[in-house]
């Protein structure tokens, strides 16, 4: 993941290719569960999933195995608790910036579009 990029790293050992963010897959998966769209719409998946990332703390491992090893029941609990709530406030979060989008183009088209009224013009001069 960090370094899937074009080798630039190529003094590093292979062995750090596996470094990511514990959170990646688990917002992946739960975006996945709970927004049919972002099945369709690769843009708003990876909106929501960039949102819902910067919402959650950064854990960078080399093994999920090795992060799910050492952690109790409630820890996990927890990891699980905060990727639901950052996923479903990021789903909503990247909505309603699109609608506030959509509707602000909407209102500019239509003043292109629609003539001007006689309230809207300058008033007459009084020469």
């Given at each position: 993941?960090?370094?899937?990029?074009?080798?630039?790293?190529?003094?590093?050992?292979?062995?750090?290719?596996?470094?990511?963010?514990?959170?990646?897959?688990?917002?992946?998966?739960?975006?996945?569960?709970?927004?049919?769209?972002?099945?369709?719409?690769?843009?708003?998946?990876?909106?929501?999933?960039?949102?819902?990332?910067?919402?959650?703390?950064?854990?960078?491992?080399?093994?999920?195995?090795?992060?799910?090893?050492?952690?109790?029941?409630?820890?996990?609990?927890?990891?699980q608790d905060k990727t639901?709530?950052?996923?479903?406030?990021?789903?909503?979060?990247?909505?309603?910036?699109?609608?506030?989008?959509?509707?602000?183009?909407?209102?500019?088209?239509?003043?292109?579009?629609?003539?001007?009224?006689?309230?809207?013009?300058?008033?007459?001069?009084?020469h």
């Amino acid at each position: 993941m960090l370094l899937n990029t074009p080798r630039r790293y190529a003094e590093l050992p292979s062995e750090v290719d596996s470094i990511h963010n514990y959170y990646e897959h688990l917002v992946l998966e739960e975006i996945a569960r709970t927004s049919e769209r972002s099945r369709q719409d690769m843009n708003f998946l990876a909106d929501v999933a960039c949102v819902a990332l910067n919402r959650l703390p950064p854990r960078y491992i080399r093994h999920d195995v090795d992060m799910t090893f050492f952690m109790s029941p409630m820890e996990l609990q927890e990891i699980q608790d905060k990727t639901k709530n950052a996923v479903a406030a990021a789903i909503d979060y990247v909505s309603r910036r699109e609608a506030e989008r959509m509707a602000a183009e909407q209102l500019e088209e239509k003043s292109l579009t629609e003539p001007a009224t006689e309230s809207d013009a300058e008033p007459a001069s009084p020469h």
